[in-house]
């Protein structure tokens, strides 16, 4: 299946993983990247040591291309990690919460892609503006971070402001090939997946997270700036609940993030063995597609689904013909 997003990446399939902080570490950027998808890690959660080492281990992991995803908004200059990213071995650069403006010609004279999330249509044309090489429309129905305009009209209307200066990727809510179909559909290069990857056996996650994604129904999501200060879509539960009755105690981010972590509510980057994880007030970022996910799949093995699904998918509506 080739697009103009396989092209640019020199990969396969156009089937992107998240770079989800806390989840996507080298094991399973690996393992989307070999099987033809394109991996990313998740370096929002890592400090440069650790940034590093992830990077170290996906380059000898595999000599297929991946990226590293980091929150523009945070504090700080970007210019040292970002190089840490191109001396890795890197071929993309991933920015979430904001436009990368101040690394764009950085990563391009060392032949890096960059890539910036984007949840509104203005926020697309700025980041082709300032150079990025591609733009990932995420609707409100994402896990973690997220805008509030859904998908469905929200890529149609990106790839109509950018798509024919940039690929497109789609995001939000997208679990199987059916997604991949629709996005393709609505003119988008490819998707950006998060939460279908979480469930895997590759992917890190603290105590309950991935049995609470097997058991959460499509609709025990909540968007909720409890956590970091920005509106983030959780698995509901008390902590959220909280906020959602007492506004007034928010803080902004990166405060809020603070407060998180140092309340023992937040605990991404740690692992099933990390101590003092509450599953009733802990920090779950997850999609709408929650409710469709019932069972761990390995992450090679869901790429290779996207793909058969969606031209399963194609073909039926060719059918139609």
Same mark, same amino acid.
């Given at each position: 299946?080739?697009?103009?997003l396989?092209?640019?990446l020199?990969?396969?399939h156009?089937?992107?993983?998240?770079?989800?902080?806390?989840v996507?570490?080298?094991?399973?950027?690996?393992a989307?990247?070999?099987?033809?998808?394109?991996?990313?890690?998740?370096? /929002?959660t890592m400090g440069?040591?650790?940034?590093e080492?992830?990077?170290?281990?996906?380059?000898k992991g595999t000599?297929?291309?991946?990226?590293?995803?980091l929150?523009?908004?945070?504090?700080?200059?970007? /210019?040292?990690?970002v190089?840490?990213?191109?001396?890795?071995?890197a071929?993309?650069f991933?920015?979430?919460?904001?436009?990368?403006?101040?690394?764009?010609?950085?990563?391009h004279?060392n032949?890096?892609?960059?890539?910036?999330m984007?949840?509104?249509v203005d926020?697309?044309?700025r980041?082709?503006?300032?150079?990025?090489?591609?733009?990932?429309?995420?609707?409100?129905?994402a896990?973690?971070?997220t805008?509030q305009?859904?998908?469905?009209?929200?890529?149609?209307?990106?790839?109509?402001?950018v798509?024919?200066?940039?690929?497109?990727?789609?995001a939000?809510g997208i679990? *199987?090939?059916?997604?991949?179909?629709?996005?393709l559909?609505?003119g988008?290069?490819?998707?950006?997946?998060?939460?279908?990857?979480?469930?895997?056996p590759?992917a890190?996650?603290?105590?309950?997270?991935?049995e609470r994604l097997? /058991?959460?129904?499509?609709?025990?999501?909540t968007v909720?700036r409890a956590?970091?200060?920005?509106?983030?879509?959780?698995?509901?539960n008390?902590y959220?609940?909280h906020?959602?009755?007492?506004?007034?105690?928010?803080k902004?981010?990166p405060?809020q993030l603070?407060i998180?972590?140092?309340?023992?509510?937040?605990h991404l980057g740690?692992?099933?063995?990390?101590d003092?994880? *509450?599953?009733?007030?802990e920090?779950y970022p997850?999609?709408q597609?929650?409710?469709a996910?019932?069972?761990?799949?390995?992450?090679?093995?869901?790429?290779?689904?996207?793909?058969?699904?969606a031209?399963?998918?194609l073909?039926?509506?060719?059918?139609?013909?």
């Amino acid at each position: 299946m080739r697009t103009r997003l396989t092209e640019l990446l020199g990969i396969e399939h156009p089937v992107m993983l998240a770079g989800m902080g806390g989840v996507s570490y080298s094991e399973l950027a690996i393992a989307v990247s070999e099987a033809g998808g394109f991996g990313c890690l998740g370096a /929002s959660t890592m400090g440069d040591e650790k940034m590093e080492a992830e990077i170290s281990a996906v380059r000898k992991g595999t000599d297929k291309p991946f990226g590293v995803d980091l929150l523009t908004a945070m504090p700080g200059g970007m /210019s040292a990690q970002v190089q840490m990213i191109i001396e890795g071995g890197a071929t993309a650069f991933v920015a979430g919460l904001g436009v990368p403006t101040e690394v764009v010609d950085q990563c391009h004279a060392n032949n890096v892609v960059v890539v910036s999330m984007c949840g509104k249509v203005d926020h697309a044309v700025r980041a082709v503006e300032a150079g990025c090489d591609l733009v990932v429309a995420q609707g409100t129905e994402a896990g973690g971070h997220t805008g509030q305009v859904a998908s469905f009209p929200l890529i149609p209307q990106i790839v109509d402001a950018v798509g024919d200066r940039v690929p497109v990727v789609a995001a939000g809510g997208i679990f *199987d090939g059916r997604g991949l179909a629709a996005a393709l559909a609505l003119g988008a290069d490819g998707i950006w997946v998060g939460t279908r990857f979480i469930a895997t056996p590759e992917a890190r996650g603290v105590l309950g997270y991935k049995e609470r994604l097997l /058991s959460s129904r499509e609709d025990q999501t909540t968007v909720s700036r409890a956590y970091s200060g920005k509106t983030m879509r959780v698995v509901r539960n008390s902590y959220t609940d909280h906020f959602d009755a007492h506004p007034e105690e928010l803080k902004k981010f990166p405060e809020q993030l603070a407060i998180s972590y140092g309340g023992g509510t937040m605990h991404l980057g740690g692992d099933s063995f990390t101590d003092g994880v *509450d599953v009733d007030k802990e920090c779950y970022p997850a999609g709408q597609g929650v409710g469709a996910i019932t069972e761990l799949i390995p992450a090679a093995d869901l790429v290779r689904l996207f793909v058969a699904e969606a031209e399963a998918a194609l073909d039926r509506l060719s059918a139609l013909r």
